[in-house]
């Protein structure tokens, strides 16, 4: 079993930055895809960001919706991810989650079907 735990979340201005943490603890896997999702009020979760435990940044996937904006990143000595959110606007606000699965697919993305889910932090951006 694999435990996620986030953290990070608050409440900015329309512009500012923050840093998501997702420490995972139990039984760590080395070839997993990790990911963030986000879910607003009345909304769908959507995903958007993702990476492979064995991979640098350069092979992250980001939804168009945060691209340049977010970046996702991992310390696998410290089996944590990372999500720096950036010139945040108040479209952002929503319940971030952090999610993992063994990597199935030539691509790591974020699926709604990952095994491990975290309890969520929320994000909240003001105008």
């Known amino acids: 079993q694999v435990q996620l735990m986030e953290s990070g979340g608050g409440s900015v201005q329309a512009g500012g930055s923050l840093r998501l943490s997702c420490a995972a603890s139990?039984?760590?896997?080395?070839?997993?895809?990790m990911g963030w999702f986000r879910q607003a009020p009345g909304k769908e979760r959507e995903g958007v960001a993702a990476?492979?435990?064995?991979?640098?940044?350069?092979?992250?996937y980001y939804a168009d919706s945060v691209k340049g904006r977010f970046t996702i990143s991992h310390d696998n000595a410290k089996s944590t991810l990372y999500l720096q959110l950036n010139s945040l606007k108040p479209e952002d606000t929503a319940m971030y989650y952090c999610?993992?699965?063994?990597?199935?697919?030539?691509?790591?993305?974020?699926?709604?079907?990952?095994?491990?889910w975290g309890q969520g932090t929320q994000v909240t951006v003001s105008s």
């Open positions: 139990g039984h760590t896997y080395s070839n997993i895809c």
């Open positions: 999610a993992a699965d063994m990597m199935v697919l030539p691509v790591c993305t974020p699926r709604p079907d990952f095994g491990y």
């Open positions: 990476i492979y435990s064995g991979g640098g940044s350069g092979s992250a």
